[in-house]
């Protein structure tokens, strides 16, 4: 009689050397070895030691690190996006296509059962004639892809969309809230630019989803439903529905002392807190404008900021006497804090986000209320979904240039966070949040 087949799986791992994508997926892994399942985790030798400290399962998960090419136009020794600026990320793109060997060896000798990736659309070619099954993870909103990287967005290399054509959704679309205003369809049109040697990041990511063998996705039923369905129907195969699969590995540690100090001196939910991710660097003067806005709430902040562009410290950014102003009751720190645990100190209770994916499901999982300021793309489909469709956020109003000032940004604080005010008042007891309860998210399917 046949052996019967071990319900524990090995599955390689191989994200986008990015640290929003391949956190994310080691998040994943951490979840899919509680279930036993054992986990090699491809990666550029640089994101080892940074990744290491959240691994929760080394018995289980292994880390294997790739060798990164040099491409021409790259600083010598990249290795990835977080080290060079946006508009060199395509030849980062080359660089991981140069690994496709290196993949293929490895992928050989371990002979998973599932290999998960995102950006490398030749993996089925290694794959499928191996019998292992690939699973396309994507670690952007499902409103993101369902927008713009699906069949029914009609792309042709040689004749590009206009702006006009490309903030108008694909046929089908099944959402009228989370949509692009006129001025904001440019941030759609990297689409079709070409993304790694010969091919468009429109053609990368759809030629990957079309030929995997089943998507996932980092969402669930309660906040994408339509859109997932939509997913579907668009690429006639099961997507699987991850939730949000948050660290928690960050939970387990301590906030550092200075700032839950700090924090304790203020009353419970007082203090409003906010970051814009580990990528966008404000131009000074929307910088300045956003800290006087913090200073005119009168509430006390909390603001971590990279220095904007053209500085070195957020400190010689500052306006004019601003420090004297708010001392004692707002901080302006130009490091990394530790954001999931900032949230959730007590004393926090609004959160000024750009609404990166990551940001977003730790807005939505905490008990802040959430002001929103994207700048990038997905993180505008995020934001409509939030405010205009689950209606659980305010939108800082901007003008057309994207410009947004320091009353506008007071004005979006004070709804959220003000006792009296529609959106953020207090009920009997308690502070009443703006509507949100998802409770233990709902997905489609679940890799058990
Ligand atoms: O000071 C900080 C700032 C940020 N963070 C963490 O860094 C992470 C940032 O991730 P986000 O996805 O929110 O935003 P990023 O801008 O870094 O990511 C980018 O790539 C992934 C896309 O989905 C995002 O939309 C895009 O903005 C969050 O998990 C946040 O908790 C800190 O821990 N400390
Ligand atoms: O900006 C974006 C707007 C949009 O509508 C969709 C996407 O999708 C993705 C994406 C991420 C992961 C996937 O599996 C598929 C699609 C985006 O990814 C980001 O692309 C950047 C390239 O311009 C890259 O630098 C960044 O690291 C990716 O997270 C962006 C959008």
Partial sequence: MAEPKSSEFHITMFPWFAFGHMTPFLHLSNK?????????????????????????????????????????????????ASEIPIFLVSHLATAMDLTRHQVESAINDLKPDFVFHDFSHWITEITSPLGIKSIHYNVVSAASLAIALVPARKIDKDKPLTEAELMHPPAGYPSSSVVLRPHEA????????????????????????????????????????????????????????????????????????????????????????????????????????????????????????????GTSTVEEALPEGFEERVRGRGVVYGGWVQQPLMLSHPSVGGFVSHCGFGSMWESLMSDCQIVLVPHLGDQILNTRLLADELKVAVEVEREESGWFSKESLCKAIKSVMDKDSEVGGYGEEEPRKVERDIGKPRTYEWLH
């Fill in 32 to 80: 899919l070895a509680e279930r036993g399942h054992r986990i090699s985790f491809l990666l550029p030798k640089k994101a080892k030691p940074q990744l290491e400290h959240l691994n929760l399962h080394p018995n289980l998960i292994t880390f294997h690190t790739l060798t990164i090419p040099h491409v021409e136009g790259l600083p010598p020794a990249t290795e990835t």
């Fill in 186 to 309: 440019r941030s759609l049109t990297f689409l079709e630019l070409e993304f790694g040697s010969g091919l468009t990041f429109f053609e990368r990511i759809t030629t990957s989803m079309k030929q995997c063998d089943a998507i996932a996705v980092r969402t669930c039923l309660e906040v994408e439903e339509q859109l997932c369905d939509y997913m579907r129907r668009q690429f006639e195969k099961p997507i699987f529905l991850t939730g949000p699969v948050l660290s928690e590995a960050a939970a387990t540690m301590p906030l550092e002392d200075r700032w839950a100090k700090w924090l304790d001196g203020f009353e419970i939910g007082s203090v409003v807190y906010c970051a814009f991710g580990s990528q966008y660097i404000l131009e000074k003067s929307q910088f300045q404008e956003l800290v006087l806005g913090f200073e005119l709430t009168g509430l006390p902040f909390f603001i971590a900021l990279k220095p904007p562009s």
